[in-house]
């Protein structure tokens, strides 16, 4: 249980924690990532009661049909969050191309495996985008604030996701495959991701938040 909590819940909440001192001084950009970051730690709370539920009650642990939230809500969150910070015409229609391209795929998954199967080739096509989406946004943000990226809070949040999307989606890709003829490589991968990877990137946004509280706003290159 320790473990499970340095794991998964210690630098998410580091971060829930320097959003919710800085929330009055963020902009709409970052309070976006702050509404996606709550949306996140509750979907990992609930998604603990459920398997506990399910334990305590010698029943299959499933959780995959409460788990495909992520895959359809994250994606459009982010992708929101990108057309926010752009404030470009071509990457807002950019985007809803790539929503509509995550939910028919959902559609095509559910009707081919249920509900009770994990949207795999939603959540990989979902981190294949948001590659696309945030190695856009920084090469243009890196191109507007070459100088002093550093103090750049979105800069921070947008590499975090492009680390964690580009690491994570030939693991997605492969969760199936692994999890049937690998399990061992597949735990070891899981909490890779989930303990290493994941981590980078609610650290990068505990950054980007931080930058927001401790520094002068003279110093905060503006989002």
């Known amino acids: 249980m320790i473990n499970h909590f340095f794991r998964d819940w210690l630098i998410p909440l580091i971060a829930l924690i320097n959003g919710i001192i800085g929330f009055r001084k963020f902009n709409p950009a970052l309070r976006i990532y702050f509404y996606q970051l709550v949306f996140s730690l509750l979907v990992l ?3 603990y009661l459920i398997t506990s539920w399910q334990l305590n009650h010698q029943q299959t ?3 995959h049909w409460f788990m495909n939230i992520v895959p359809l809500a994250e994606p459009c969150w982010l992708f929101y969050g990108a057309a926010k910070v752009s404030k470009n015409r071509k990457m807002n229609t950019l985007m809803q191309l790539f929503i509509l391209c995550i939910f028919s795929t959902a559609i095509y998954e559910y009707s081919l495996n249920g509900v009770y199967h994990y ?7 979902g981190c ?4 696309i989406v945030y190695g856009l946004l920084l090469y243009n943000l890196f191109q507007q604030k070459h100088r002093n990226w550093y103090s750049s809070p979105i800069i921070w ?3 975090g996701i492009f680390i964690y999307a580009a690491c994570s989606t030939p693991y997605i890709s492969l969760f199936a495959y692994l999890s049937k003829y690998f399990p061992k490589d597949n735990h070891f991968l899981y909490v890779f991701i989930n303990g290493i990877i994941c981590n980078i990137r609610y650290l990068f946004l505990s950054l980007a938040f931080g930058l927001v509280i401790f520094l002068p706003k003279e110093k905060l290159t503006s989002a």
């Open 45 to 47: 709370f609930f998604s």
């Open 61 to 63: 642990v499933n959780n």
């Open 119 to 125: 949207l795999f080739i939603t959540d990989t096509i």
């Open 128 to 131: 294949l985008l948001e590659v």
């Open 157 to 159: 949040i947008a590499l």
